[in-house]
Structures are given as structure tokens and as C-alpha cells.
């Protein structure tokens, strides 16, 4: 039997959402570390270096807290070590990795919580850069897989945004939870990609 596909993919109706990938969820010994997200950055790289070759926009988010005040005061109680420390804004911690660097053109969107549509500027960016209703599609790369990057792919799916989520292009916390989430974006939610699978896409369009 073969499998059910809902929907083609259109590079120019995409964009490319870089989700969290920061110096304090990524890098050897970080106060989030997550070593897949690490292990996985070489098809951040594929997928960003595609996206920019083919005109298809990019947009980074980083997850920010502050020493002034609790801003997220329940995702702090559950990682009480937050509290002190940790994707301050500011510091280098809360940077997008240096092998992912922004561009000066790309946007960087800041967000407080899991879901990066939340309070954000997100979808008024999405709706417009290419032009005023033309993006249909998200491309979800990033970390932490089972947390922010499918919190933003629910999120996108409840405003009729078509979701490519890329399995080995982002990173979970474990193999699990890792897996799970893509079961769960695969059946209801969107259409999870490898890595090659989506660049694949990308240049036959």
C-alpha cells in the first residue's frame, strides 16, 4: 500500500524556521545541552545552505529568559535550574550557533515560550515574506524536538500552514521522545522529511 500524501511540496510557497538552535542548547557542556541537536547540525547546514540557494526564506527564533524577572515562570518551575541561569538575553548562551550564523537579511524572532507563534511577530512575518499570502509552508528544523519545534509545528498546522518537519534535521532531548513526535507530526499534523528527502524536493521544484 502505498503512502498517503496530502499535499505536494512547493519551495515557492516555503520558508525555513531555525528553531532555538543556540549556544546553550547545543554546544559540549551547555545548560540545556542537547547532544542530538549537535549531532544533527550538519543537516541544519544541508537544509540552510539549500534554502538560501534557492531563494527560499529564513527565519531564526531564539528562546530568551531574563535576569530582571521570571518571564516564563512555568517552564522555570519544572527546570528550576533556569532560575539562576541560561538563555539570558545578552549573552552569548542565547546566540544562534556559529555554523548557522544568521545572515544580516534573515530575521531572528525572540520568544518566551515553547511555541514560537506565541506573542510573537511569527505569523505576520511568515504571511508576508514573499509577499502577502503566499507562503503555504514551514519547514521545521531545530531543537528541542519534542518541546519548542513541535509546539511551533502544531501551532502552524492550527493556522492552515502546511508543515515539513525534517526527522534527522532536528534535535531531541532522547531517541524516544525524538521518535514519537515524528510518529505524531507523520499521522496528523504535517509531513516529516529527511534531511535528503527535502532537498530532493527542493531542487526538482
Known amino acids: 500500500m502505498e503512502n498517503f500524501i496530502a499535499w505536494n511540496f512547493n519551495?515557492?510557497?516555503?520558508?525555513l524556521?531555525?528553531?532555538?538552535?543556540?549556544n546553550d542548547f547545543v554546544k559540549e557542556g551547555a545548560i540545556m545541552e542537547v547532544p542530538m541537536a549537535r549531532r544533527n547540525l550538519p543537516n541544519m547546514k544541508k537544509i540552510l545552505d539549500s534554502c538560501r540557494q534557492h531563494h527560499i526564506p529564513v527565519i531564526f527564533t531564539t528562546h530568551v529568559l531574563f535576569d530582571e524577572y521570571e518571564v516564563s515562570p512555568l517552564e522555570v518551575a519544572y527546570q528550576p535550574w533556569l532560575?539562576?541561569?541560561?538563555?539570558r538575553s545578552g549573552t552569548p548562551?542565547?546566540?544562534?550557533?556559529?555554523e548557522?550564523?544568521?545572515?544580516?537579511?534573515?530575521?531572528?524572532?525572540?520568544?518566551?515560550?515553547?511555541?514560537?507563534?506565541?506573542?510573537t511577530q511569527l505569523e505576520t512575518i511568515i504571511?508576508?515574506?514573499?509577499?502577502?499570502?503566499?507562503?503555504?509552508?514551514?519547514?521545521?528544523?531545530?531543537t528541542v524536538t519534542n518541546v519548542c519545534c513541535e509546539s511551533t509545528a502544531r501551532s502552524a498546522f492550527m493556522r492552515d500552514f502546511k508543515v515539513v518537519f525534517v526527522g534527522d534535521a532536528c534535535g531531541g532531548f532522547d531517541d524516544v521522545s525524538h521518535q514519537a513526535t515524528l510518529t505524531v507530526i507523520d499521522k496528523v499534523f504535517g509531513r516529516v522529511m529527511s534531511t535528503e528527502?527535502?532537498?530532493q524536493q527542493i531542487e526538482k521544484n
Open 11 to 15: 519551495k515557492n510557497k516555503a520558508v
Open 83 to 87: 532560575k539562576k541561569e541560561g538563555m
Open 197 to 199: 528527502e527535502l532537498i
Open 127 to 142: 504571511r508576508n515574506i514573499r509577499g502577502a499570502g503566499v507562503v503555504d509552508t514551514v519547514i521545521i528544523t531545530g
Open 100 to 119: 548557522l550564523k544568521p545572515l544580516p537579511s534573515e530575521i531572528t524572532i525572540q520568544k518566551h515560550r515553547y511555541d514560537a507563534f506565541y506573542n
Open 93 to 98: 548562551g542565547v546566540q544562534v550557533v556559529d
Open 17 to 22: 524556521l531555525v528553531i532555538d538552535m543556540q
